[in-house]
Every structure is written in C-alpha cells, then in structure tokens.
C-alpha cells in the first residue's frame, strides 16, 4: 500500500515539476546563458563516449548479423538493418541511458548538494526561484542535446557498421553498397521515431533528475543515496516509456 | 523604514513532534533582538516562518500591524536571512554571489552592482576576496560573505541563524561589531538566534530566552542578567 502511495505521489512531484518547468519557459531569453552553459557542459560529458558506444554497436549489429545474412547470400542488404536497427531503437535508448547516467547523475549530485547546504533555501530568500534558476536550464539543454546526442550516434553507429561490413571477410559488402542500401530502406520516419523518443526521454531524464535532487533532504549521506535513485527511475522509466513509445509510433504509421 | 514585527498564535508541528505551540511575541523595529536557547527549541524555526521558507500550520506573523505578505506586497518589505552555514553558491564566485539577487532581478547596470558589491565586500574587508570561490574562504569569510550577500538586497529585517556557529572568538568578535556597526549605519531590525551567550550579550537590546516553543523571559540585557537562569550560568 505505501509503495503504491509512494509511486502515485512521485508521478505528482514528477507531473507538476514538469508543468512549472513548462511555465518558466517565459523566461527562456533571460536564461540563455546558462542553458548554453548546460549545453556545453553536457557535450562535454556524453560526446566522447557516446562516439565510442555507437561506433561499437554499430560494428557488433553489423558483424552478428552480417555473418548470418551471408549465409543466405544476402549481405548486401545489411545497410538497411544496421541504420534501421540504429535510428529507431538502439541509439535513441543508448543516448538517454548515456545521457541519465553521465548527465542525469549530475544534475542530481548539484542539485542535492544544494539543498542539503541550503543553497536553495538561500535562493528563495533572495526571491529566485530554484526551477527557473536550476531546472529551466538543465531542461533546455537536454531537451536539445538528446536529440542531437541520437543524430550523432546514427552517423557515428553506420560509420562503425559500414567499416566492419567492408573489412570482415566473411560479410565483404563496400560502403558504397552499404550506404545505398541504408539510403534505400531508412526512412525520414524512421529517424523521425528516434528523435520522438529522445524528446521524450530528455524530458524524463532532465526532470527526474531535478526532481529527486529538489526533494533531497537529510545529510550529505543522502546525496549518494539520490544520485542513485535518481539514476535508477530514469533508467527503468527510459525502458518502459520506451515500449509505450514504440507501440504508439507503431499505432500511428511512423514505424 | 523601521519594521516590529509581531508573531501571534504561531504553531508548528514536524510528524506530530510540536516545536511552537501557539508562539505569540513582539520585536521593537529598529533594534537587534537576540533569542537564545537551547538546541532544538525552535529558534530556526521561528526565523524560517518569518522568511517564509516554513509555512506555520497556525497563526500569523504581522509587520507594523500589516501581515507579512500585505508588507511585502504593499510597503515592498524586504527580509533578508544569513543561513548558520553560510549557504554560498559554491558554483559560483564571492562577488558573483553578492550580485546574484540583483543580477537576476536585472536591477541596476552591471558595473553599479558591482561597485555596490565591492563597496559593502570592503565594508566587511573582504573585497580581496571577492574573485575567489566560497569553498576557498574559511569559516569567518564565508559568514561575511552571506551577510554582504544579504545586504544587498537593502533589506528592512535581518535574519541571523547561529551567525557564530563554528567560529573562533576573534571572527565572533568581527561579526559581533558588524552587526552594531549595521544598527548604527542603517535602519534595520535585526533579529538573532544564537546559543552563544557572550556573544549575545554583546549584540542585543533585547533578550527573549524560547523555551518548549514559548518565550516566557524576555527583556533588556542588563534585566535577563539578573534573572538566575540555568541558561544563563556561564556568564554568572
């Protein structure tokens, strides 16, 4: 009964955050410097291992498959399964994982930090409001980075799927081969499912995030405490979201 | 302007635990009023319902016969609080949290907020820190720094929780003479919580002492030394 409590209440926090983060957004242009702040922060975090996750899943999808297709003697259409397999699904999903354990984590360990030191208390007394001052701009930010962060790990993943396509012996397809059959079978849809999902995703990530940092209190033993738990329900909420989101562009023809 | 404040029926409860039960007392404006007591009687707590970061479950707190949010709506009542561990921004630097209130309220132009920030951060001798970060200053720098960061924002009432909590005699004795020298200079009604008794005896023109959520001692300084108060023992 309490855990039923728990969840409802937490969906609350989550619904109304979410809502006056939404109204804050009047106040995007006196923002601007710190969402740009954000943005490079949040670059910097997740650029370089996400170059290294898509680029390696992008290879695994096309050397399993690539063997198994060959033995049909249809390689040659490898293109289309690894970009398809990318766009729609697998980097969406990897970006925000990525995103809520690299960024996500941290917005939670800075944010519960202020407020265990009361530094949030000190912003209202100044009469700044923390989800303007704290929330607005983490929000933005990953609202524009994941998407771009998917765009990014699309590209970098059929890289990684055409170079092991052409140098595994056993698979042998050229990139041009490769690319003309990815350009043939990837639709704007397909890449327009993706970017539906990250929007998504960030939302979930950026405000839960927040979330459990506003509403941390106690110790410094709690910050550890948050981060974890904020890490967790971005992940399992990334999972589920990621089903129903699915269906739904399954439902309206987008997949 | 000079600002008394009144709390009358104040109560507060915490998961059942009463920490004010129906708190009624009156600060004269204008003065620095000292409440001591001991830990966890509340004396936060009524400093918090003042500031409004605590929500009273009854009661009201009225400001020249005016309710807290009607003084703040009509007479642009200004409340300022210095936290008992300063409660810097630490992502940000010294003078930038001096600035943040105006900066973000985009009061002023830049350089004459900074030229007010700097002028009350050499008031309080701490302009030669103002680029540095608040985890770089120690313990007394940084109660400085959160009271220059209150003073900005020209505030009517002062807040003080614990302003000497974890600090050595000689930084007690600078912030004791910043707050005498700021009831000299400036109209503000300061009100202190403290469990410092020398200290308070060296600031205040009123003690109230709070004890089981009540004030039940109150009165000039040189009166609640002739009270034999079990609080007060050290001092004897």
Request: charged residues 20%; proline residues 3%; negative net charge.
């Amino acid at each position: 009964m309490r855990g039923i409590y728990n969840f409802f209440n937490s969906v609350g926090l989550f619904l109304n955050l979410f809502w006056q983060t939404l109204c804050s957004l009047k106040f995007f242009s006196v923002s601007i410097d710190k969402i740009f702040s954000q943005l490079f922060d949040m670059g910097n975090r997740t650029l370089p291992v996400a170059a290294l996750i898509s680029l390696s899943i992008g290879a695994v999808l096309a050397l399993q498959t690539g063997i198994q297709l060959s033995e049909y003697g249809i390689q040659d259409r490898i293109g289309g399964i690894v970009g398809v397999s990318l766009c729609t699904e697998l980097a969406p999903v990897m970006a925000a994982i990525l995103m809520a354990g690299r960024v996500g984590s941290s917005i939670t360990a800075e944010i519960s930090t202020m407020s265990v030191y009361e530094e949030i208390s000190a912003l209202k007394t100044m009469d700044i409001d923390p989800i303007r001052y704290l929330v607005l701009p983490r929000f933005v930010a990953c609202l524009i980075t994941l998407p771009f962060l998917v765009i990014y790990m699309d590209l970098i993943g059929w890289l990684g799927g055409s170079f092991v396509s052409n140098l595994n012996q056993s698979i042998s397809v050229s990139f041009s081969a490769f690319y003309n059959d990815l350009s043939q079978v990837v639709t704007f849809s397909d890449i327009a499912s993706g970017l539906i999902k990250s929007v998504f995703f960030a939302i979930t990530i950026s405000i839960t995030s927040c979330l459990v940092g506003l509403t941390t209190n106690g110790g410094p033993r709690e910050i550890g405490t948050s981060v974890t738990k904020s890490v967790v329900a971005s992940f399992i909420s990334i999972l589920i979201l990621d089903y129903i989101l699915t269906r739904f562009l399954i439902l309206v023809g987008l997949l | 302007m000079n600002k008394s404040i009144e709390y009358k029926n104040i109560s507060k409860s915490f998961e059942g635990k009463v920490v004010l039960d129906n708190f009624s007392h009156s600060f004269e404006s204008g003065k620095v009023h000292v409440i001591l007591g001991k830990s966890g009687m509340g004396k936060s707590v009524l400093l918090k319902v003042l500031m409004g970061l605590i929500t009273p479950d009854n009661g009201e707190i009225l400001i020249n016969n005016k309710s807290l949010d009607l003084a703040k709506e009509i007479d642009s009542l200004k409340v300022s609080y210095v936290f008992q561990f300063s409660a810097l921004l630490n992502s940000l630097s010294v003078i930038d949290n001096i600035t943040l209130y105006l900066d973000e309220k985009n009061i002023d132009t830049k350089e004459n907020r900074l030229k007010k920030a700097y002028k009350i951060l050499s008031d309080l001798d701490l302009d030669h820190s103002a680029t540095k970060n608040p985890s770089e200053l120690s313990g007394g720098m940084r109660k400085r720094a959160a009271i220059a960061r209150s003073l900005m924002i020209e505030p009517d009432i002062l807040l003080y929780d614990e302003p000497t909590a974890e600090l050595d005699q000689i930084n007690t004795g600078i912030i004791a003479n910043i707050i005498l020298d700021l009831k000299k200079a400036k109209p503000i009604t300061q009100l202190v919580v403290t469990h410092d008794i020398s200290f308070a005896f060296a600031i205040a023109d009123t003690i109230s002492i709070l004890e089981d959520g009540l004030i039940n001692i109150s009165g000039k300084p040189e009166e609640i030394k002739e009270i034999n108060h079990p609080l007060l023992k050290p001092i004897a």
